[in-house]
């Protein structure tokens, strides 16, 4: 009896840490606590009880999910830039989930952040977690991803998104060749700003090539009735994302793929076109394509340079990937938070309007990367090592 209870209280307690790690996942333990580096924090004395708070992380950083390599990346590069920096960090994730983000931001906050880097699940849902930052006196910086609908928006460190689009759509143009080649669009989550600023960089290159017959789009009746139509509204490119959506999911992505192709006659296949809007949707069309016997040939496009869709455009099965490098996106977030920090005014280069203010952005810019220059772009830069893949 004592040993069965002892048993059930040692199980409770280790389902009881379980619980508390899961969802909540400190990457980086504070660094050397060397300075509190915050001179002139005004009378805001931040929440309620915390003795601790001059130990916790100054600075918070919260990412989307682990379950994209996206952004485990991204964590694997903050832990290398922040390895030998003064200031302590806590990197937390949101699994998908805008309920477990501002869960995130809140307990960063109670543990006496000044800085907040996010990367919204959604956009407009994250306002709620910028809000709360903000009645902190807490800085925030969006990142990648704007959070949109609220002034709580301190500053946006982003790539350069309407690059990304063109570059995908200037892709396709290029590699195209004669009339009525078949074009199927993919798009982004509509709750990512992102996913509309990647739609309207393809669609700015890609629009005229369908009005002069190059393509025929074959997946979207909502962009059928557009393509006549050099700029959309934001509402006009919602029409066509909300019909040809991955919801950034690789399995929504292939669903929609094999949907597709199931609806289309053969005529709709052959040489066929295909803007995918990032890598990890890519693989999963373009092992969809794949598989059809009426599809001859196919050009994906991708973004994010992941190491598997690396793997892919080195053995010919993604066409290119827009490769971001990370690196930059993160050195770019660490200073603006050290210049925070330092009670100074991060430098920016332009600005964003987040639906109700317009953002100091800082911009990072992108390069495509494809099998002629993978290894010069991403091997011999020092980005990836060449064991880390094989036939290069
Ligand atoms: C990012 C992409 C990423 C996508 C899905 C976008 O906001 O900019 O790099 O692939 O989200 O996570």
């Given at each position: 009896?004592?040993?069965?209870?002892?048993?059930?209280?040692?199980?409770?307690?280790?389902?009881?840490?379980?619980?508390?790690?899961?969802?909540?996942?400190?990457?980086?333990?504070?660094?050397?606590?060397?300075?509190?580096?915050?001179?002139?924090?005004?009378?805001?004395?931040?929440?309620?009880?915390?003795?601790?708070?001059?130990?916790?992380?100054?600075?918070?950083?919260?990412?989307?999910?682990?379950?994209?390599?996206?952004?485990?990346?991204?964590?694997?590069?903050?832990?290398?830039?922040?390895?030998?920096?003064?200031?302590?960090?806590?990197?937390?994730?949101?699994?998908?989930?805008?309920?477990?983000?501002?869960?995130?931001?809140?307990?960063?906050?109670?543990?006496?952040?000044?800085?907040?880097?996010?990367?919204?699940?959604?956009?407009?849902?994250?306002?709620?977690?910028?809000?709360?930052?903000?009645?902190?006196?807490?800085?925030?910086?969006?990142?990648?991803?704007?959070?949109?609908?609220?002034?709580?928006?301190?500053?946006?460190?982003?790539?350069?998104?309407?690059?990304?689009?063109?570059?995908?759509?200037?892709?396709?143009?290029?590699?195209?060749?004669?009339?009525?080649?078949?074009?199927?669009?993919?798009?982004?989550?509509?709750?990512?700003?992102?996913?509309?600023?990647?739609?309207?960089?393809?669609?700015?290159?890609?629009?005229?090539?369908?009005?002069?017959?190059?393509?025929?789009?074959?997946?979207?009746?909502?962009?059928?009735?557009?393509?006549?139509?050099?700029?959309?509204?934001?509402?006009?490119?919602?029409?066509?994302?909300?019909?040809?959506?991955?919801?950034?999911?690789?399995?929504?992505?292939?669903?929609?793929?094999?949907?597709?192709?199931?609806?289309?006659?053969?005529?709709?296949?052959?040489?066929?076109?295909?803007?995918?809007?990032?890598?990890?949707?890519?693989?999963?069309?373009?092992?969809?394509?794949?598989?059809?016997?009426?599809?001859?040939?196919?050009?994906?496009?991708?973004?994010?340079?992941?190491?598997?869709?690396?793997?892919?455009?080195?053995?010919?099965?993604?066409?290119?990937?827009?490769?971001?490098?990370?690196?930059?996106?993160?050195?770019?977030?660490?200073?603006?938070?050290?210049?925070?920090?330092?009670?100074?005014?991060?430098?920016?280069?332009?600005?964003?309007?987040?639906?109700?203010?317009?953002?100091?952005?800082?911009?990072?810019?992108?390069?495509?990367?494809?099998?002629?220059?993978?290894?010069?772009?991403?091997i011999d830069s020092g980005y990836y090592e060449a064991s880390q893949f094989t036939g290069l």
């Open positions: 009896m004592y040993t069965n209870r002892k048993m059930m209280a040692i199980l409770v307690a280790f389902l009881l840490g379980l619980t508390l790690l899961s969802g909540c996942t400190p990457a980086s333990e504070p660094a050397a606590p060397s300075e509190p580096a915050e001179p002139a924090e005004p009378a805001e004395p931040a929440a309620p009880s915390e003795p601790s708070a001059s130990t916790g992380p100054e600075v918070g950083i919260v990412l989307p999910t682990r379950d994209e390599p996206r952004w485990v990346q991204d964590e694997t590069r903050f832990n290398e830039a922040l390895a030998d920096s003064d200031y302590s960090v806590e990197i937390l994730f949101s699994q998908g989930s805008s309920s477990n983000e501002l869960q995130n931001v809140e307990s960063l906050l109670t543990k006496g952040i000044k800085v907040l880097i996010i990367c919204p699940h959604d956009g407009d849902a994250a306002a709620a977690a910028a809000d709360a930052a903000r009645a902190e006196g807490v800085t925030v910086i969006s990142y990648d991803r704007l959070i949109t609908g609220t002034e709580s928006v301190d500053y946006y460190v982003t790539f350069d998104s309407i690059a990304v689009g063109a570059a995908q759509g200037q892709y396709l143009v290029d590699q195209a060749q004669g009339s009525d080649n078949p074009l199927y669009l993919y798009a982004g989550a509509a709750s990512d700003n992102n996913a509309f600023l990647f739609f309207e960089g393809a669609w700015n290159v890609l629009q005229p090539k369908v009005a002069d017959g190059t393509f025929r789009i074959i997946n979207s009746s909502e962009a059928v009735n557009l393509q006549d139509k050099a700029t959309l509204t934001r509402d006009e490119m919602g029409r066509i994302i909300n019909q040809v959506t991955t919801n950034w999911d690789f399995n929504e992505a292939r669903n929609k793929a094999e949907s597709h192709l199931t609806s289309a006659g053969a005529a709709d296949k052959g040489d066929v076109y295909i803007l995918a809007p990032n890598d990890g949707t890519a693989r999963s069309i373009a092992d969809t394509f794949a598989t059809d016997g009426d599809v001859t040939s196919f050009v994906v496009t991708g973004q994010d340079a992941e190491i598997a869709s690396v793997q892919y455009i080195i053995d010919g099965r993604q066409s290119m990937t827009v490769f971001k490098d990370v690196r930059s996106l993160v050195k770019d977030s660490i200073e603006m938070a050290l210049a925070v920090l330092d009670g100074q005014t991060p430098d920016t280069t332009g600005s964003y309007d987040n639906g109700v203010t317009d953002v100091p952005a800082k911009q990072t810019e992108v390069i495509v990367v494809d099998q002629d220059n993978v290894q010069a772009a991403l």
